[in-house]
């Protein structure tokens, strides 16, 4: 018998902040040596020349969620964790979403049905609170996090959504006292609506008034209030999908004061900027998300977070809807207001070479630091360390098996997600992900699965970890 | 033949932000496995029950330097950098320090012999540049880099030492050309000066007017001045030894700025307060250092930038003069006016477990970033990483043991420096290095040493790395 | 026939930011001279050896109106305005409530027939807005406006006043169309409730537990959100009863962004401390405000406000109710939780003498900013000048003649509200008003008064002026 | 005898903060009278339509200064005067400036000398201290504190001018306990002397280079130590010609902290960038002065602090050289290196008519923040109030009556000084100083001189006022 199931030689490893020369003996799913010149393994993988890194942990995804307004995501469990695993992502953490109204429980029921036997990657579920009875707050939820859903996403805005300021703080008095973490999306609903009917009645409607009705300081407002409430119950937040410097500030200034403000960004907030809303040719509509993407100046203050450690977490936030659909982008039919057009673009495949290659290959960003970000502190934050995000004794054999130097263009057709556009067409990137690996399986190799759906787990989250520094 | 030379079994071993449990293999110095039950050693090391973290890297401290004033330090290589392992530091970094006049080269060649064949721990330099002439930073600072001389440190202030604003300049470019950090000690000299004839005149002599001769201000302007340098010549440098909130509020606005500043603290600045220096039984110059430690709301401050990523390092600032010695502390005799008085305290040997017991005991600092603060961003900060500083395959096998939960109070009859007090006498911890290990071998056990002085090596440092985040 | 009506002879007066000696001749109610010996008046004052400043203009206070919850003020315009004049101020502006549901008009209406035949002091009305209507924003308010009502104040706490964020952006917007200015109570409803729910459920009842009830962070954030709604709507607005450093950050932030940010304090901020709640003889309601005292490190900062420029507006937030009165502190008993005592303390009288004494006379204010403090830049934001606020040739003849080197003590046994205790009892002052003049009529003299009450008259303000500075 | 020696009827005249309609009697040349339809005067002037304005105080000016350079100034103080007055200024000033190793009093003999029968304007002396001895230190200058010269200039760039750190202590020092007010010209010398070689020893000597060897990061750097020297020594200060963003973020840092800091901007600071430096036909010398414009960014942030608080006085700095001058601008020839070019540019006519149309007429700034940056406040700060700066009973019949709807435009034929250009040439602007009044005599009608050179009266300062606000 082997020593090991399977052995990946001869790649340079990240561990500990340092790419080494070593091997990585996988036994049950599990890495249990790393050295030089381990035995043979059962199966050997040979990743001389490449990077051997953690496997992506997305922990802000959207698949398969049902949407009070009728439209239907693009992508399912099936689908969205096959582009996930095809770039790189090993572990996606979507959300369970609680409509008004509705048990916690049914909500989780309801996602793990959509979920079983689907998944290509490990998976857990945050859960969105949007309706905090009594029940839900002295009963449902403290249980839920005994069995393993310890993050609450909570709502600013959105009518079928957002909590009032009194429901933030009972959430976040159980979040306190039960061990789990909020992840906030800061925007202010009142100024949107107001905003939006101002900018509507003048018969603007068309995509890039869609960023005009969200300024940065609706965003850095909400950032502010949340920034309050979190020091007043004295309990760590994350605020999600940070667009730009206004709420930057913000968040710096909390963590100068000694607050534990988390923070996270995502591709569209480095790579877009509003004015892709203003297309001549009619598809602004693709890159409608919330917020909006910013300008120039914000991209590089995002950058600087992400350098300078605003920033915990990097994020696809996919919320995939296909462009001429019915029950997609073109909900409300295709000249519909930009209010009228569902929120969301679609990332998790890209989410790992656009962050790679304008990061570590151009050197704005330390490998190190691009781990941390991609997976190590998500796997921390939401208490999937040390099994995931890490390569380490013990630690599930998650690998996202890098060609550092393969030089390549973001197209459509060669992503695996069922979303008809990437608003990333047409970018090259250096850096690709050649193989994932999942407990110890390969599942993809240059883009072909080699699993099938359903090998993805069920992942129970631990209590967060809030000593990520 | 067994194989390894030294197996370090059933320890929790920190890599890559986690404790995890697994053995270390160890062949020639260096960790070439490490795996859930690993085959036999020549040599086992049981770590059961306890904590086996990267040892420490000391990254300022002052040994056996001649002082222009005819002080002569309690420390040379054996005695200092024995306390130094004994508190788990096994690699340290001292200054070689040129004089006005003197070659950078000779200087070099003095510190060589002066730790050759003397030191416990391996041992890089860093340059004291006091003297920038034409032929200094053309000739002689860029070959020193080449030869792994990577790090120089000037002075703001000191008659002996301190650089005009021009030669300040002048030193960052070639930093910033050949590849070296430089490391600024930041007070307004002039300022001092005058402050301190300002004091004396009105008979304000004994040690608390250090204190008052030294404020935050005069750190301040000379912090923001120097971010000023850094940011013409556009090259990354770190200010040394920060001592509270004023300077740190610049270093974060720098950062914020998108600037690479890099900030180390001390023990003095969270451990000990100007009140220290007010004793009135006379023993005030036992905590004269410069800067001076400041009160609790600065404590607090630097509490927060080491929790939040203000600090990269975390140094002893060791240097040991002894108390009542005409070459010491009492150099102009025991009512000298506090400017005459050497400045520095020891602290080599208390570095890691105040730190230890005060954040990670305590709560206050993750392990990771107490791990990063004393060992591994020092080692990436001076181009001894992954060599030094981290636990991983192909890394030198230096590491601390702690028993984590062992209680003890710091007295300096236990100590191992030449010098005949600590400033931190009384102080009780939770934490203590058991056994420090430098390339596979055991060189103290329960703070009895195992091996001959002169067995730590000179180490060559590359390139700085600034990527830290 | 003697060349004015009246001659005030001898005085230093205040003008343009200068005292000099002249003569002031009056003529019809208002200011038709200043000079060096001027000619005989029908009636003359000596002023020799004292000061004649503009009269006082408070722009906050609280007469006689009444409380949903069946309070009942102590002072009615009668003897709310003798109080003022006693204490040189020549201009009050108290609020006309709208309770919900009630017409602007029918508010205004009813507080005119409140006030007139009443009131020793000129007086103008602020709005409350409550419950801002369709009809009330788009018909009423502008009306009011064109009428003389140019200023409403909002709330953001208080369950029978406060607007909500949608509210408030639509005030605003009526503010910026018709030209008003919008003073806002910043303080957040939902976080007030739930910390006052939460004290109250440990059995935190006694006065103290109102300043845990209300702290700081809660007025900052409300402070942050009402900023981002002037910046969104683009119209001035000013933050009433500032508290305290957390404020004050926001607001400067502002400003520093260019945004017109106006702030008000009060004597309340500077003179007491939360430490006044913890009465041990039990009457700490008598301090009951909202917002509360803060502490002496708050004092600082709100001294260093009033002192470069972060306050345009000191007014009293005059509030009276009796102590131990079933209509009054003790409507609920005299035990009753501090959420159930009524907001607010007395203030006419000694808002000037206290500012002018711990400012002026100790050298903390110059002269200047006291007179624009308590009387030019109210009247100048309010559209009452140069009517009212200033010693100009066609101003009304509105003065507060001051001995500036009377020392006295604060007793409410001397002060001419109907409220049976000042806060300020037993806090000696240097620099007294001696006689206070309105429209060219000595209204009082060293406490007597000499005019009948219902000599104020009513004042229409025209358009705010937003150019202070 | 007529009542007055002349009476200015009908005007609307800046009394306190308002303009009112009032006719001023003048007799000895001061103010006597403010009134309705006062008595007849020997002269009347008919100001009707017209805005009586105090004088203009222009607290900043070089005019007959030797240059160590062998530079010659275009200006005397008849030419520079004579320009004053018809730009409506009625107040100069200018610098008595000691060379190193000379005597302040010397100094102060030599202007005297210089302007003595010269002057149209009334006109006191700053002292440039270049050299403080403990003589001047001691000895000199609180001599000459007390005769009337209460304001010192230093600077910390120029080689002939600047003092150590040292040296600025001591003088901080003697201005606090002498009473004077040091106004500083922060630019660090040691940068701007490196950068300055950098630049030209890569050929780059073309005067938009200038811009690049003072970037605003040298001043910013500057101005933050010659704060800490304030807040060490406990004096106010006053940063002289500040130019952007960078000055103003520490100033009014500064400021919030509680420190006295005042602060001057200059005309070109508002109206020209760098930009202009960089003149395609080569007259981008006509621009070089010190600090450099910025650009339209920084130029907002400047009105922003001229209309907030950050600013106090706003001046000319004028500084005339004549253009193709060998002993003006082309001192080293027309292609000298823009580090050869005397620095300065005029502005003492042009002063007031630019920021009273771009700020008064345009909205940017109320005509109160007008008065008092471009008269009051200097007057006020340097001591010359209320002889000086302010319209009111005894004060100094200065005035300058504007015709505030008459547009013009700039053209260097129209000036009235002995400088070959105007950097403003062909701006338009509306608001003319039609007559010039000083202490009760027109002394300028439609750009007309109607006295003699000499008419000037020398001014001695009284002890700064610190108490702006």
């Known amino acids: ?62 698949l398969d969620q049902p949407m009070s307004d009728g439209a239907v995501m693009a992508d399912n469990f099936e689908t969205g964790t096959r582009s996930a695993v095809c770039g790189g992502t090993t572990t996606v953490i979507p959300f369970a979403c609680q409509f008004k ?41 403290p249980r839920a996090i005994a069995e393993g859903y310890t993050s609450f996403k909570i709502y600013m805005t959105y009518e079928d959504m957002k909590l009032n300021d009194r429901q933030i703080l009972e959430t976040l008095m159980v979040a306190k006292s039960a061990g789990a973490i909020v992840m906030v999306h800061a925007e202010n609903a009142d100024c949107i609506d107001w905003l939006t009917e101002l900018l509507e009645s003048a018969g603007h409607t068309t995509p890039e008034y869609h960023a005009k009705a969200r300024p940065s300081a609706v965003e850095r407002e909400a950032t502010h209030r949340a920034i309050t409430f979190s020091e007043l119950v004295d309990v760590p937040i994350l605020i999600v999908h940070v667009s730009g410097a206004e709420a930057i500030e913000q968040i710096d ?15 569209q907030y480095v790579f877009l900027t509003s ?29 600087n977070g992400l350098r300078t450690g605003t920033f915990q977490v990097f994020s696809s936030d996919h919320a995939p809807f296909n462009l001429d659909d019915p029950k997609g982008k073109a909900l409300h039919g295709k000249n519909a207001s930009f209010s009228k057009i569902p929120n969301g673009i679609p990332g998790l495949e890209t989410r790992l ?6 990061g570590v290959t151009q050197g704005q960003l330390s490998l190190a630091r691009f781990v941390n970000l991609t997976s190590t502190y998500p796997a921390r934050l939401y208490g999937l360390f040390p099994q995931k995000g890490v390569i380490a004794i013990g630690a599930d054999a998650d690998f996202a098996i890098w060609d550092p130097h393969a030089t390549w263009t973001i197209a459509n057709a060669d992503l695996h997600h069922a979303v008809d556009y990437t608003p990333y067409e047409g970018i090259t990137v250096t850096g690709r992900v050649t193989e994932t690996v999942i407990r110890g399986r390969v599942v993809q190799r240059d883009g072909r699965l080699l ?19």
């Open 353 to 358: 070479p656009l962050l790679f290659s304008a």
């Open 275 to 303: 004015d892709h809303l203003h297309d001549p040719e009619g598809c602004g509509h693709k890159f409608i998300c919330s917020p909006p993407p910013r300008d120039q100046a914000n991209q590089k203050v995002v950058w």
């Open 253 to 267: 200034w909390a963590r100068r004061r000694g607050l534990n403000i988390f923070a996270e960004t995502c591709p």
């Open 101 to 141: 109204g509705q048990s916690v429980w049914a909500a989780i029921e309801d996602y793990h049905q959509r979920a079983s036997q689907q998944s290509y990657a490990d998976y857990a579920f945050h859960l969105i609170v949007s309706d905090p009875t009594p029940t839900v707050l002295q009963d449902e939820l």
């Open 451 to 469: 699993v099938e759906k359903g090998s993805g787990q069920f992942l129970r989250c631990h209590a967060p970890d809030f000593d990520l520094m």
């Open 1 to 62: 018998m082997a020593a090991f199931d399977c052995v990946i030689r001869g790649g340079e490893v990240f561990v500990s902040q340092a790419l080494v020369r070593c091997d990585i003996g996988i036994r049950d799913g599990r890495i249990v040596a790393l050295g030089e010149h381990l035995d043979a393994g059962d199966e050997e993988i040979d990743a001389s020349g490449r990077w051997v890194l953690p496997g992506g942990v997305d922990a802000h995804c959207h």
